[in-house]
């Protein structure tokens, strides 16, 4: 039996652990915690919410691409060269955000998940912007239509600290 856990499992406990935390501590909705990583067809995470089962589907955005492997901390060929990083700073910040953001929000809203009820949790990797960032820029975060999830959250830092936004769903 393997027991290691992979860096995306990693990531999405992580992910988990923070927006728990500051669910918990900042909504009157009872307490949330993790309880398991899943595989397809079912979402990335069982959490449960003041002890009932709650299905978490987990992703994440750093910016550019040339961000994400920054702060993935990847090395040798998949490292960023600092020419990659300083065009990188140069993308405006709103495109270094809602691009990425619009993107996942669109690619999970087409997926199929067992288990009910099915949260998304997206976790912003680059601490560059705080909730009031986000907030200002609402009208250009895109929900599809249709998707699956009962609701929707953006933790707008890896940890708790710039707040989450409910993006979808009657809280």
């Not at 909730?131 to 609402?138: T, V």
Request: aromatic share 10%; glycine share 6%; with cysteine.
């Amino acid at each position: 039996m393997n027991n290691t856990v992979s860096e995306k499992e990693g990531l999405e406990q992580g992910a988990i652990t923070n927006f728990a935390e500051y669910f918990s501590a900042n909504s009157n909705r009872g307490h949330l915690m993790f309880k398991e990583s899943l595989q397809p067809p079912y979402p990335d995470t069982l959490c449960e919410l003041t002890g009932q089962p709650l299905y978490v589907e987990v992703a994440h955005i750093y910016g550019t691409e040339t961000d994400a492997k920054y702060l993935l901390r990847r090395t040798g060929r998949a490292q960023p060269t600092k020419q990659e990083r300083l065009k990188s700073t140069l993308t405006p910040l709103d495109k270094r955000y809602l691009i990425p953001l619009n993107k996942v929000l669109k690619s999970k809203a087409e997926k199929i998940y067992k288990g009910k009820p099915v949260w998304l949790l997206v976790r912003n990797g680059l601490p560059l912007w705080t909730s009031e960032d986000f907030n200002e820029h609402i009208n250009e975060i895109k929900i599809p239509k249709k998707h699956p999830f009962d609701e929707i959250w953006l933790l707008c830092a890896p940890s708790g600290q710039f707040g989450a936004i409910q993006l979808y769903g009657n809280a």
